[in-house]
């Protein structure tokens, strides 16, 4: 079966948003470290856990997308549609919430957070196209 064409647009702009996401956390990696070491100076093995623990977490996020992505583009898996659905929305409010109380990344790292944003936002608009139907099993061919 082929892939529908929201399908495909919704595979260039998540994996957009991924690639977004991982270039602003390289480019913000040092200044977090950092942040993190000042907030845990009192406590050095709280440090040494939040050595390891970010990178992992980060390989985590990363891991859990490509996956979502892998079962939607290329399964046609409902079940991870509405994983990422939700995940992508929850990811807006709360930056909503920051951008609203002021607490959001400034600068070019915050209009990169932005930016993919809204691109996972708008790949997951893709995957309620009509298009879609057939491809996620949602009514018969």
């Known amino acids: 079966m082929d892939r ?3 399908i495909v647009t919704f595979e260039r702009l998540y994996l957009g948003a991924l690639a977004i996401g991982v270039i ?3 480019m913000s990696w040092s200044t977090n470290q950092a942040q993190m070491a000042a907030q845990t100076a009192q406590v050095p093995e ?3 856990i939040i050595s390891w623990l970010v990178p992992v977490a980060t390989a985590i996020g ?3 997308s490509l ?3 892998y079962f939607i583009a290329r399964r046609g898996a409902a079940v991870a549609k ?4 939700i995940l992508v929305v929850a990811a807006v409010g709360f930056m909503a919430l920051a ?3 002021g607490t959001y990344r400034p600068g070019l790292n915050g209009i990169l957070g932005v930016v993919g944003t809204v691109f996972q936002a708008v790949s997951i608009w893709f995957l309620f196209r009509p ?3 057939i491809w996620f099993g949602e009514v018969s061919a």
């Open 99 to 101: 951008l609203s109380g």
């Open 24 to 26: 602003n956390t390289v």
């Open 62 to 64: 990363v891991g859990i």
């Open 131 to 133: 298009d879609t139907k």
């Open 67 to 69: 996956l979502l992505w």
């Open 82 to 85: 509405w994983i990422a659905t």
């Open 4 to 6: 529908p064409a929201s």
């Open 46 to 48: 709280a440090g040494q």
